[in-house]
């Protein structure tokens, strides 16, 4: 501990000496307030519109570096008390504009315009507003180069194909956004614009984007100009009632229906001040509408992690995320799913000067939680658990941050205890340094019956057990990474520890017990030919071992991507590795993995994906080196604007090394499909089949499930949902039998309305 009070205190010393310096050949936009009545109806005739600032002399950044765009752009800006007002026009021959009715942030493949706001300036955050050619909206959140999708928020907006083009206009609330408290506002902001075409899809934007600096948010422009304004915050009220009728397949094989049952949950969000909210939820319907894709796991050692998609959770994502790259052995400490059955949540989110600062509490009533070792991890299941987690994120000019989390679960008598420290700091504009660094205090409960499914496994110099016997004990876990990314190169230095003894009960951890030293190198050629968008050639190496400081693997990664005309990807990446695994070293390991997409039309896109491997078969008992194969085909077919079928088949297996005998062979078929009658209506059909046989063990699993649904949603919170889920699994003669049964049903209606104070 000492030693990382030394580390961070550096980190934090180094990080202040740096001082934001302004760029003064961005372009600068400034706005007056406007003179009339602007109506979001798509046409810009509104006396509102007469004398705002325009922005012109957009430039095409994808694929061309910053080249005179193909089509014309201009975008105006103005506000009044309530409202910041965009509009655009987007000139183009109106046969070539591409534009389907679909859901809300499903618009991705048409023509849009929109905007980055980063309305702090530090270029931490940006929040993002699209508008497609038929008013179809999109938003979300830029942190820092990656994107949130799942953020949501509410404007206003309209749109219409002219003969010129197409044009936008959208009214953005003050109440919808944050921004420092001062009478005169210095935001940044760039105008966009996707152009999607056979040959490639352009991205045309207002400042020219520098692909030698990495921070693609220190390179928005600026807006000036806007004074006097308050965030009018209102207390948003969000009851929802949730009905549910259930059946299921009993031990006579007789179908029957339980009864109905209803919950009523109550969700409220109140500003306190200008830049803080409390949220609470009572008895909330967190269930996933959107049924997870099944995953294959006969010879996965690890827990395995699904994304979030729960909106009370997805606000202040960019806040809670702290880490955890599935290719890097830095670790995810706020996994949210974690908490999985809650009957009370209460979330804080604000801001104190360049501090973000955020609370999550709930009492989740079904808790699972990961317990790590060397080689594998297991969930255990707890019931009843208490958690708190406490985050406060510092922003630092041009993109740089530093952070600090705690979190805390109590359950069965235990507690899961971690504190830390995360962070990014730009050296300068090609040299990014990150950092993590925790520490974890964990009690166990005394209950061996939660972990009776355990082995009995000693860990912490075999002073401690798996048994969850009541033993106290402390970890630690850091992360540090060095990248240098310029325009057609990037470096990437990371070293990583976790001690046996760490743990992470409100996060992801797939293993303990490791010490991680790697590094990657790419390089980027940017032909100018009209076949190559662009190639990446890549390769890295690296070493983990454990703290007996045995040798646990030996890795060697290649690949090459390429961006084609036609928009076409094709991807080929080499793994050979060397494991340790349960005490047995297996040589000779390699993965040869290939993708291919290709975007035909605007109606239809297919991709193709696999891999061929000898890797560790893990589940059997001694572990032996096998064949391994999967292979993955998928498409998108869109016959009309309205109706979309998106089919999926996933097939995966494991051969003997020597002979033609297998371990196992699974597949996964996935069709789904959605007619959307109009932008707020839609009809979703998920139908997926299942079927995983294990030859070693002689077991069978499969499954049959479809899930119906028809929504209606006006706006991002208030929804109307009526489906179904059925499930057909494997009859009663078992590993002989490949006859599926109505094992269970569920009807299911809910129905929320967001209601907003002024």
Not at 697 to 725: A, C, M, R, W
């Amino acid at each position: 501990m000492n030693i990382w009070y030394k580390i961070t205190s550096l980190i934090i010393f180094v990080c202040f000496l740096y001082s934001k310096t302004t760029d003064d050949s961005l372009p600068s936009l400034h706005v007056d307030k406007t003179k009339g009545e602007i109506l979001i109806d798509g046409h810009l005739d509104d006396t509102g519109w007469n004398g705002t600032a325009k922005a012109e002399g957009f430039v095409e950044v994808t694929p061309g570096e910053n080249i005179p765009a193909i089509v014309e752009t201009h975008a105006f800006v103005t506000y009044d008390e309530n409202h910041l007002y965009v509009s655009f026009k987007a000139f183009d021959d109106p046969e070539n504009i591409r534009a389907n009715v679909s859901k809300r942030d499903n618009m991705y493949r048409d023509d849009f315009c929109g905007i980055l706001l980063d309305t702090y300036g530090d270029a931490n955050r940006a929040y993002q507003f699209m508008v497609n050619p038929i008013g179809i909206q999109g938003d979300g959140q830029q942190i820092g180069d990656d994107e949130d999708e799942s953020f949501d928020m509410i404007f206003e907006s309209a749109a219409m194909i002219t003969d010129q083009g197409y044009q936008v206009e959208m009214a953005i609330p003050f109440s919808s956004i944050r921004f420092p408290k001062q009478d005169v506002q210095d935001w940044r902001i760039t105008f966009f614009r996707a152009l999607p075409r056979d040959d490639f899809r352009r991205q045309l934007v207002w400042t020219k984007i520098d692909r030698n600096n990495p921070c693609k948010l220190c390179q928005l422009g600026y807006l000036t100009g806007i004074e006097g304004i308050k965030a009018k915050r209102s207390i948003e009220f969000l009851p929802s009632i949730v009905g549910t009728q259930s059946a299921h397949l009993d031990s006579n094989d007789v179908f029957h229906n339980e009864d109905i049952n209803s919950d009523l949950a109550v969700g409220i969000k109140i500003p306190i001040g200008e830049t803080t909210t409390i949220e609470v939820a009572i008895n909330p319907d967190f269930s996933q509408v959107e049924a997870d894709v099944t995953q294959f796991d006969v010879n996965s050692q690890f827990a395995l992690s699904y994304p979030e998609r729960r909106p009370f959770f997805n606000e202040g994502s960019d806040l809670f995320n702290a880490g955890g790259h599935p290719y890097m052995p830095n670790i995810k400490p706020v996994y949210t799913r974690s908490i999985n059955d809650p009957s009370l949540a209460v979330k804080v989110l604000g801001r104190i000067g360049k501090t973000d600062y955020g609370l999550i509490s709930a009492v989740d009533e079904e808790t699972g939680i990961i317990v790590p070792f060397e080689d594998w991890s297991s969930i255990v299941s707890v019931g009843e658990s208490n958690v708190n987690i406490f985050r406060l994120k510092h922003s630092l000019p041009n993109s740089s941050y530093i952070g600090g989390v705690i979190t805390d679960k109590r359950y069965a008598g235990g507690s899961g205890t971690n504190v830390g420290t995360d962070g990014v700091y730009y050296i300068n504009q090609n040299w990014i340094f990150n950092w993590q660094a925790f520490a974890s205090i964990t009690t166990e409960p005394n209950d061996k019956s939660l972990t009776e499914n355990i082995d009995n496994v000693k860990f912490g110099a075999d002073s401690l057990t798996s048994d969850f016997d009541g033993e106290y004990f402390t970890g630690h876990q850091y992360f540090f990474q060095l990248n240098r990314n310029t325009r057609n190169s990037f470096l990437n230095l990371f070293t990583a520890e976790k001690s046996p003894t760490f743990r992470l009960d409100t996060g992801f951890l797939r293993q303990n017990h490791q010490r991680n030293l790697g590094m990657t190198y790419a390089h980027v050629w940017y032909p100018k030919t009209d076949a190559i968008e662009d190639i990446n050639l890549s390769f890295g190496t690296g070493r983990v071992w454990n703290y007996d400081q045995e040798v646990k693997e030996k890795w060697f990664y290649s690949g090459l991507d390429l961006d084609l005309k036609g928009r076409m990807s094709v991807n080929i990446s080499y793994f050979p590795t060397s494991e340790s695994y349960l005490d047995s070293m297996f040589t000779g390991l390699q993965h040869l993995m290939y993708n291919l997409r290709k975007n035909f039309s605007e109606k239809f896109t297919m991709g193709f994906s696999g891999s061929m491997a000898n890797s560790i078969i893990r589940y059997i008992d001694p572990p032996e080196k096998g064949k391994t194969r999967s292979y993955n085909i998928w498409m998108s077919f869109k016959p009309t604007d309205k109706l979309n079928f998106r089919p999926s088949i996933n097939y995966n297996e494991a051969q003997f090394l020597d002979n033609d005998s297998y371990y196992y062979k699974g597949q996964r078929f996935r069709l789904y499909s959605t007619y959307q009658f109009n932008q707020f209506l839609s009809l979703r059909f998920i139908v997926q089949y299942f079927y995983q046989e294990d030859f070693i063990y002689e077991e069978v699993s499969k499954s049959f499930d479809i899930h119906p649904l028809l929504s209606y949603q006006p706006n991002p919170f208030t929804i109307f949902y009526i489906g179904s889920s059925h499930d057909y699994d494997e009859g009663p003669d078992g590993y002989e039998s490949f006859d599926m049964f109505h094992n269970n049903r569920q009807i299911f209606l809910k129905f929320q309305y967001l209601f907003q104070t002024q």
